[in-house]
């Protein structure tokens, strides 16, 4: 038998040699010689290779983006200092935010789409990190705080995940739901590290010359990275970007969108993203305030948000590991349940930094394996000329539920000195997000990979 190898050195047969399921290894379905398995797809170490650089950017990027929502925990006692404003006027600048962000991330994803990642990733960033600088110049006029933040929420939707998990599910199919974890560890890279920092400026420069400081060195840095490294993805199909859903070729775009966006399945992902996030960012946006409100110093209480990072990671790896070789609906319906155990230690009284450790590194894993799941399900859900757009859709309601969940804690906390009633109020929405995912059934896709 005559032989060939492929770029990536491994010996393949010459063309007519012998073929896998139809596919002719040698032929231009076969990515021009690329490793390819019998179902037609790319193998693992493929995708890698093509798509490692893709990766990485879009991991840094993603960690850029959620500067504002991981560091307002540790702002927000200097803004209350400086303007004698209550927790609950500093955290709906969020639910502006939060607010704007959802109606717009699904024009967004419509861009992304239409324009492709570059086109609009590159110039978002560059807004996003504007944006992110003006909070320096807030006042003591409360429209004017949640007016910048309202300005956050339109810039960022440009960078969200909508932008990221499109442009990884483009490149990979057998291992998007490592790529996508990989990717989405950028928030929790940014909370385990972003708060110590910041805190440590605050302290040497003051709160606005933090937010001047963190813009430009993320804009200094990412942009030129985009520039080299971020490129439209080419390793899976249009019909692999999403899942290939039956006759959907056949049907108009608006058809489609409008079929995906009444479905149960959207539905039973979307609703979960909503009550899930304000859940889980209730917890983590008030988590400094809400451990210092037990006794715990600040800065020790600063310090254990590193913990929440570290869980975050922990949850998305372990998390999309785990997409990739179970279903997904079964996997996101017991890790939504994982978020009751640090819950029921903080009704408990859990105290001392060990056990409080312990707290922040179960509420970070429950974060990082929630996004995990949203994302992913969306992308195996829905047909791939919809893909960016239902990203955007399913987006907008994990930011407006970042706002709500923010809002909502700071409103309990002003009104009954304490966190108490919130984490009681969000068990209900733990439980109704594990079942409706689970409902879901099998991935349109899950048989084919």
């Keep these: 038998m005559q032989f060939a190898f492929n770029r990536f050195g491994v010996r393949l047969p010459k063309r007519g040699a012998f073929a896998c399921a139809g596919v002719d290894l040698m032929s231009p379905a076969s990515k021009d010689g690329d490793i390819v398995l019998c179902d037609g797809h790319p193998s693992s170490a493929a995708e890698w290779h093509a798509g490692w650089a893709l990766v990485l950017v879009s991991l840094l990027g993603y960690a850029v983006s959620t500067t504002h929502s991981y560091t307002i925990g540790v702002f927000m006692p200097h803004i209350e200092s400086e303007f004698g404003w209550t927790r609950a006027d500093v955290s709906n600048g969020v639910l502006a935010y939060s607010v704007v962000a959802a109606m717009l991330s699904p024009a967004a994803g419509f861009l992304i789409g239409r324009f492709g990642i570059r086109r609009v990733g590159i110039p978002g960033m560059i807004a996003y990190c504007l944006s992110l600088a003006l909070l320096s110049c807030a006042t003591p006029s409360i429209g004017l705080w949640w007016g910048l933040w309202s300005l956050i929420g339109t810039t960022s939707v440009l960078v969200k995940p909508t932008l990221w998990g499109t442009a990884v599910s483009r490149q990979f199919v057998r291992q998007r739901g490592t790529a996508l974890a990989i990717v989405l560890c950028g928030s929790s890279l940014c909370s385990a590290v972003a708060p110590s920092l910041v805190n440590g400026m605050i302290?040497?420069?003051?709160?606005?010359?933090?937010?001047?400081?963190?813009?430009?060195?993320?804009?200094?840095?990412?942009?030129?990275?985009?520039?080299?490294?971020?490129?439209?993805?080419?390793?899976?199909?249009?019909?692999?970007?999403?899942?290939?859903?039956?006759?959907?070729?056949?049907?108009?775009?608006?058809?489609?969108?409008?079929?995906?966006?009444?479905?149960?399945?959207?539905?039973?992902?979307?609703?979960?993203?909503?009550?899930?996030?304000?859940?889980?960012?209730?917890?983590?946006?008030?988590?400094?305030?809400?451990?210092?409100?037990?006794?715990?110093?600040?800065?020790?209480?600063?310090?254990?948000?590193?913990?929440?990072?570290?869980?975050?990671?922990?949850?998305?790896?372990?998390?999309?590991?785990?997409?990739?070789?179970?279903?997904?609906?079964?996997?996101?319906?017991?890790?939504?349940?994982?978020?009751?155990?640090?819950?029921?230690?903080?009704?408990?009284?859990?105290?001392?930094?060990?056990?409080?450790?312990?707290?922040?590194?179960?509420?970070?894993?429950?974060?990082?394996?929630?996004?995990?799941?949203?994302?992913?399900?969306?992308?195996?859900?829905?047909?791939?000329?919809?893909?960016?757009?239902?990203l955007g859709s399913v987006m907008g309601l994990l930011m407006l539920g970042n706002g709500i969940g923010a809002a909502l804690a700071g409103r309990i906390f002003d009104a009954t000195g304490d966190y108490r009633l919130f984490l009681v109020a969000v068990i209900p929405l733990v439980l109704i997000s594990s079942i409706l995912t689970r409902t879901l059934g099998p991935c349109p896709r899950a048989a084919a990979l």
Excluded at 345 to 356: I, T
Excluded at 364 to 385: A, K, N, W
């Design 203 to 390: 302290g040497h420069y003051g709160w606005r010359s933090t937010y001047l400081g963190a813009a430009a060195v993320s804009a200094v840095f990412l942009v030129p990275l985009m520039f080299l490294l971020f490129r439209n993805g080419g390793g899976a199909s249009a019909g692999e970007a999403g899942a290939a859903l039956p006759h959907a070729e056949k049907e108009g775009w608006g058809v489609l969108m409008g079929r995906s966006i009444l479905s149960y399945r959207f539905f039973a992902i979307a609703l979960p993203a909503l009550l899930m996030t304000t859940a889980v960012m209730g917890i983590v946006v008030h988590f400094v305030p809400m451990l210092v409100s037990t006794g715990l110093e600040s800065g020790t209480a600063t310090r254990l948000t590193a913990a929440l990072g570290a869980g975050s990671i922990l949850g998305r790896l372990v998390t999309g590991a785990l997409l990739d070789r179970i279903p997904g609906h079964l996997t996101g319906s017991m890790a939504f349940l994982l978020l009751l155990i640090p819950i029921a230690l903080l009704l408990s009284g859990v105290h001392g930094s060990a056990g409080l450790a312990l707290v922040a590194l179960l509420v970070g894993f429950s974060f990082g394996s929630e996004m995990d799941v949203t994302i992913y399900l969306s992308t195996r859900y829905f047909d791939s000329r919809t893909l960016s757009t239902i």
